[in-house]
């Protein structure tokens, strides 16, 4: 794996490097995204957002297309940070299962990585409600590619 | 009286306020054919929904595809109806451009009593397709 060409840093330093990133793209920020933890042994994130009310169906509750991009964001990142910022993945197929109603405001998403191979990534990821309650879980295939933009 | 479905969902779909998931993809009706159930809308993605590479996040290419299948979903049914997605699957065949004019086309595969099964297509203008996705949801009749 490509982590040997990089030194790693703390989870500590990692978590600081994205929250003190000025090159966040445009969707982190639509999100209202902020990593809240890093813990690269067990290839595992915590994000937590706040939706804006934009995102809203007619019902007023968050769209189920933007609950996937908290999910796609949070994996995403994952692998990023798993591989020390030497890749990033494309998103192939995704599948959500969509189990509770959240309202726009804040929500947390935690990420792990099932497997990051060569030619291909498993990642899944659940989104919770600000009570705790368990809003959506994703799974997801990605094929992780060198990422020059970041490193 | 009886329920005028077309009036109702073309009402829905041009006259009012959208939605504001449906604005933030920009969502503008193209057609829909409510005996077949399926419907055909032009989408205009934000720079707000941009990834790292410069595309679209994937998330949002779900949100535009989510919003044309619930709504193939809703029409399937007899009267004013919505149908809340229970699980949805999108592959993401090629990167989808922010900023550029998208076609969506969702519709009911089957319609069943207490399941609704759609699908959905997001193509480029020229009509190269860029991702597909498949739901299962449910019906719930609304009171309007």
Known sequence: ?151 | MSFDKRAFWLDMLTKRELPKAAAFVGFELIEFNEDEAWIKAAFFLPPEATNPGGDAQGGFISAMLDEVMSIAGSIAQDGPAMAPTLQMTTSYIRPVPVGVRLIGRGECVRRGRSGIFTRGELTSADGKLLAQATASCIPRPMDW
Not at chain 1, 122 to 138: Q, R, S, T, Y
């Open chain 1, 1 to 151: 794996m490509s982590d040997t060409e990089k030194p790693r840093v703390s989870d500590a330093e990692m978590l600081a490097r994205f929250q003190n990133s000025k090159k966040r793209p445009p969707c982190s920020d639509t999100l209202g995204m902020r990593l809240a933890e890093v813990e690269q042994d067990k290839m595992r994130i915590r994000m937590d957002f706040d939706v804006p009310p934009s995102f809203a169906n007619p019902t007023g509750a968050v769209q189920g297309g933007f609950i996937s991009a908290m999910l796609d964001e949070a994996m995403s990142t994952c692998v990023i940070i798993a591989s020390n910022i030497t890749m990033t993945a494309p998103t192939l197929e995704m599948k959500t299962s969509f189990l509770r109603r959240l309202m726009p405001g804040k929500a947390s998403v935690e990420a792990r990585i099932l497997r990051l191979g060569k030619s291909a990534a498993f990642m899944e990821a659940e989104c919770f409600d600000p009570d705790g309650k368990l809003v959506a879980k994703a799974t997801a295939t990605a094929i992780p590619m060198l990422f020059k933009r970041l490193s």
